[in-house]
Structures are given as C-alpha cells and as structure tokens.
C-alpha cells in the first residue's frame, strides 16, 4: 500500500504562485509515476501533470503548460507542483495521485492511490 499526503493549498489572488507538496509513504519502489489531478465544484476530475520516475517523462494539461510545473525528490518521496500566474479558473480541490504502470498519460481510472486533497482558491 501508498499513502499519499498533500499540502500546500490555501487562498491566493490571481498572478499569485503556490507550491503544492505530496509526500508518500508506504511501497514507495511501486509506483514509478506521479501525478495531480483536480477538481472544481461541479466538474470532472481534471488531469493537470504527471511524472515519471527519473523525471524524464511529464505531461501537462494544456490549461496548464507554461505556468505550471511538476517535479519530484525521491530521496524524499515527495512530488511537487509549482503553480505561477494562477488564474481564478485554477480553484479545485488539487489531488495527488500515484500508479503502478510506466505511462504519464494515463487517465485518471489508471492511477491506483489518491491522496485526500488540498484546496486551492484564487480570486480575482
């Protein structure tokens, strides 16, 4: 078993940045790929960014390249995201996800752990 522990969230006002932070725990060597996902009131469960193992392979969401960036320590089982130039269309409640398989692409249906989310909100 993961677990998965998100932080990091809170409230900014547009243009602000925030850093989110998931530490996992558990069999760590089992899950080569990283991810968050978020969800706004109301929608879809978004995938945002994920990352592979040796940071080699990311993926970025389209409402997201350029401002957002995914990385990870894995000395310290930690994956991050780095969010610049936040728009008020960010606020969701942002997850961190883990998965067994190789792809960085996978959907969310793919991803076997889930943290329990932190919320961000951004006002205009």
């Known amino acids: 078993q993961v677990q998965l522990v998100e932080s990091g969230g809170g409230m900014v006002q547009a243009g602000d940045s925030l850093r989110l932070s998931c530490a996992a725990s558990g069999r760590t060597f089992s899950i080569p790929v990283m991810g968050w996902f978020r969800q706004a009131p109301g929608k879809e469960r978004e995938r945002v960014a994920a990352?592979?193992?040796?940071?080699?392979?990311?993926y970025y969401a389209d409402s997201v390249k350029g401002r957002f960036t995914i990385s990870r320590d894995n000395a310290r089982n930690t994956v991050y995201l780095q969010m610049n130039s936040l728009k008020p269309e960010d606020t969701a409640v942002y997850y961190c996800a883990a998965k067994t398989g190789p792809s960085v692409a996978a959907s969310a249906t793919r991803y076997d752990y889930w943290g329990q989310g932190t919320q961000v909100t951004v006002s205009s």
């Open positions: 990352i592979s193992w040796s940071a080699y392979s990311t």
